[in-house]
């Protein structure tokens, strides 16, 4: 077809445009995501986590095998469904990696080796309606250890060093994690009585949002006496280090339990510099299934983003909607797409938004007849592990420099001739000759 | 709650299955799938490709946008849609990585720099009645480049040696690459007076599926002579080098613009083995929307997978229907999912299945009162880049040997008093004395 016989039914344009919460990043932002990503896996993979990938769907009957879940679930339907399409079981996007992980293991748990140390960091979708610092699609970056019937301490202080190491080694700023464990709550809460501590934990989740006077008047709907409320709140509010813990009386085993636990975490993490881990009696996670640590993590230098960046804890026994084992487990969740466009968006000079492309050398030639030994001069450097586009021309454009500085490449490589070669440091302006056998990178 | 007040209630189990179409894998191949994916990602880069990705979802119109595809589409439902939801443009899962790059490339057409040359692996989904080889989400790993009005036929060349070095990369066995040029096939059927390329074009697609009986009888079918079926096949069966493309005789300027092309990209390609590419007048590349230079590629040494691995084209104008310019480029697509699994399934032997996990030493102590130089001695060990777990017991188990053995993790560090220090190969069973500074693995 000729571009002369196209043009009377040209297709009209159909102009793209963003879809709210689904993200995408232009390629000079996208580098950085890419190394924030591989940071965090060479964090993972230094303590051992195995990675995995479960499929981006579940069956429905999954998803909801706890009972109903307060994320808002996406189905999926296909185009042109058939009768056949209402026999097959429903899929939905997973809405977090925490349900995959636990029917995974359940899956294939006579192939794996316990304890099971997993890392998982794919894309989560929960169909909310759009706003500030929420998504529909964004990362997770999870890490979980489970074990059959008992799992160490220990591994509750690792997930907070591997989750401060990931978050401190971004370079945005302090970070600051705050722990708590569960059992002391509920442990004071029981000694007054009150065997389901799912409201007050509710009530307690919110203290660092509401006023003191609101939260006081919630617990007083709950039924408590002025005293317990005095009691709860002055134990929430407790914050600092192990000193501060020892400050606290136990009223009974479990609030013992809990805070024993905590101070021995702390112990585990007393080589971290001691604003990165503070004990936190507010921390409770309150829809959540844990049931020992808890954690939350912010960052002390970012302003525009006060909510926590990771969070997670320990869970007794998170697979027994899918079989029928003891596995107790601790797990933390990096909210990755949204603390990384928080910082897109608000603190881009944390960014440092370097180059468009992972060019290191553009190989440029202005001698047809040199073509053969510029692309060999582009694959030597290539062997030796760089990065190297060779910049090819239809015409002699002058066009090469333009190219090289938009897209932020640091070196321009001349074959002047077979073995006259000539490279440019675009940061300094400096020209030299050299060969592609023994060139390096200007320190 | 306690265990015993659980009982009663105790929720049913959901024994999970596998989802058909959404292959998931053990943390052992999950490994040398990640092996596979990264030495792609390096090789994409060191030819300054650069990563972007798009959202999973695309609006069913832009999906849309060059008419009704002939992949299944999966839309997306919220489980609990409200009014609201019907306002909204109807979102689906991209069924390729084409698609979304040229609705990217248009969108951000003023923040990019050209020639635009990235790379994408993501996840796409196709709603497919599952069937051998067949997965409903799987990842391709796709590069292009893009240019404004024209694009060097150098471009061309350098897709094919991309994609050779890839997969010739992943070591599993033989790769042949198979090039043609659309330009050559249009151009005979012009010279015949056929000016609709298309049904003869989907005929020659199969001529490597079907006998050569029946690719005639479509042919009569299509209406040609006995002499234009002949001449037809006859360029079809073209197959070998540049020497070869001398032999065909140019009907007109367009077959002889084709040939010329093809020409001198396989002049570009000299530099690689000589099986590694082939000219293959065969290769038409039936229902896609390629204009010039066209790829498939098959492996040699996999009898049980005979379809291209990874296949693509030059194409004149991809985002015409986003955006008012003329965008020519070139791309290529390696079913990277179906590939692993093809290997996975029926050549596990090439997939060299490691250990379960990244750990290159597991730190042991049997002293509680060494508790704190293991940890330090775990924490020298990563910061010198070694991947390393702690062994932690809550009794004193006799456990850790099983569990290096059974995850793969080649050496375990034994922590026998502050400065004494073994090292154990797992390999070898040798053991030594060792210190964290020192230590390397064995050659």
């Known amino acids: 077809m000729s571009e002369k016989s196209k043009k009377p ?9 963003p879809i709210s919460g689904f993200p995408e990043w232009l390629p000079e932002e996208r580098l950085v995501e890419l190394k924030w990503l591989d940071h965090i896996r060479r964090t993972f993979e230094s303590y051992g986590f195995a990675s995995i990938e479960t499929p981006s769907v579940e069956e429905i009957d999954v998803l909801l095998a706890k009972g109903e879940v307060d994320k808002e679930i996406y189905v999926l339907e296909r185009l042109h469904k058939d009768e056949d399409d209402d026999k097959d079981a ?3 996007l997973h809405f977090d990696q925490t349900v995959p992980f636990a029917r995974y293991t359940a899956q294939h748990f006579n192939e794996l080796t316990f304890p099971f140390k997993r890392y998982q960091m794919q894309r989560v979708w929960r169909g909310e309606r759009p706003q500030l610092g929420r998504q529909r699609e964004f990362y997770q970056c999870d890490i979980d250890v489970i074990n ?8 509750d202080a690792e997930m907070a060093a591997v989750a401060y190491e990931v978050l401190d080694g971004l370079d945005i700023g302090r970070v600051q994690m705050r722990i708590s464990n569960r059992k002391i709550l509920t442990g004071l809460l029981e000694s007054m009585d009150i065997n389901d501590p799912v409201p007050v934990t509710r009530i307690i989740d919110k203290i660092e949002k509401l006023p003191i ?3 006081e008047n919630l617990l007083k709907e709950e039924k408590l006496s002025d005293n317990q409320i005095a009691d709860i709140i002055q134990l929430a509010k407790t914050k600092g280090t192990k000193q501060d813990l020892d400050a606290i009386e136990p009223k009974n085993d479990k609030m013992k339990e809990g805070l024993d636990e ?3 975490v702390l112990d585990n993490l007393s080589h971290l510099p001691s604003e990165a881990i503070i004990a936190d009696l507010s921390i409770v996670r309150g829809l959540d299934y844990y049931t020992g640590i808890v954690y939350e993590t912010q960052l002390l230098d970012v302003e525009q983003f006060t909510g926590s960046v990771c969070s997670g804890g320990r869970y007794d026994n998170l697979a027994s909607s899918f079989i029928n084992k003891k596995l107790p487990g601790v797990g933390i969740s990096i909210g990755f797409t949204r603390l990384f466009d928080v910082i897109r968006q608000s603190r881009r000079d944390l960014m440092n938004i370097g180059p468009k492309c992972p060019t290191d050398v553009l190989v440029y030639t202005e001698d047809k007849d040199l073509k053969e030994t510029t692309n060999i001069t582009a694959q030597t450097l290539r062997k030796r592990g760089f990065n190297v586009e060779v910049y090819d021309t239809v015409k002699k454009w002058e066009k090469h420099f333009k190219y090289a500085k938009n897209k932020g490449i640091p070196y321009i490589w001349y074959v002047n001739g077979p073995d006259t070669h000539e490279v440019k440091n675009m940061a300094t302006d400096d020209k030299k000759e050299t060969n592609p056998n023994d060139w390096n990178k200007d320190e």
């Open 90 to 92: 429903r899929l939905a």
């Open 213 to 215: 006077q609101q939260i």
């Open 262 to 264: 905590l101070a021995e």
């Open 9 to 17: 039914n040209k297709p009209s344009v159909y102009k793209p445009k």
């Open 148 to 155: 059959i019937d008992n799992l160490p301490l220990a591994f």
